[in-house]
């Protein structure tokens, strides 16, 4: 069975400008989370998707936003980028069901390096 | 290789010693604490897991502590190797159905051959 995929694996952008990241989950898993990982700050919740549903968001501003298609794959848009946005972004996916279960256990991809100048 | 971190905790320990990572937690109502294991140029891959009504889990090699009293969390590996080289997080998850996973800054392991 074939792993999380994220593309790009690797971006440069300039300050102002948007980007849309993408990721595929596992085949069959509907939930699909999304974070930050920097140096100073470690691994940060952005949000949580499962059925096209927004179902849980971490203390980011609103210029990150994300979606999820029918398909499960997902993607994470950041507008007016900032120098700070500079980070690896992991997609992880979950084979939760949707109710209350031991539903945590992620299966990350290897991220996208995002880099603002 | 990426960088994960650039300012982790370090621990050192040489090749078929045990290892011991700490993790200090904060929220006392999460509901599962877990451990990833993240390589250079990959995203973290999980370990070990264990609810918050346990006291101890074995897996392969790896137990996993937790103490409510003092919200401490431990993974101790045993006769580590060098693949075992990298950063381990702790997380801790609030159950309610919620995908909502918070990470600890991370412990870097070297393995000394």
């Known amino acids: 069975k074939a792993g999380v995929t994220q593309t790009p694996r690797y971006l440069i952008k300039t300050r102002g400008q948007q980007v849309t990241l993408s990721c595929s989950p596992i085949?069959?898993?509907?939930?699909v989370s999304w974070y930050q990982q920097t140096p100073g700050q470690g691994l940060q919740f952005l949000f949580e998707y499962f059925s096209e549903t927004q179902r849980n968001k971490g203390n980011f501003p609103g210029r990150f936003s994300g979606r999820q298609f029918s398909n499960s794959r997902s993607e994470m848009n950041v507008s007016t980028l900032e120098l700070g946005d500079s980070a690896l972004y992991l997609c992880a996916s979950s084979p939760r069901t949707g109710v209350p279960s031991r539903s945590y256990e992620q299966y990350f991809g290897p991220g996208t390096r995002l880099t603002v100048t | 290789g990426e960088s994960v971190g650039l300012h982790l905790p370090t621990l050192s320990v040489q090749e078929g010693d045990n290892s011991i990572i700490n993790c200090a937690y904060s929220?006392?109502?999460?509901?599962?604490f877990i451990w990833y294991k993240q390589e250079s140029g990959k995203g973290p891959q999980f370990i070990i897991d264990i609810r918050s009504n346990m006291d101890k889990r074995q897996g392969q090699r790896v137990t996993v502590l937790l103490n409510k009293t003092v919200k401490h969390l431990s993974l101790q590996i045993a006769a580590t190797q060098p693949g075992d080289s990298a950063v381990y997080f702790c997380a801790e998850n609030m159950s309610g159905g919620y995908q909502k996973v918070t990470f600890g800054i991370g412990t870097k392991l070297q393995v000394i051959p």
């Open positions: 085949s069959g898993h509907r939930s």
């Open positions: 929220n006392s109502a999460s509901d599962y």
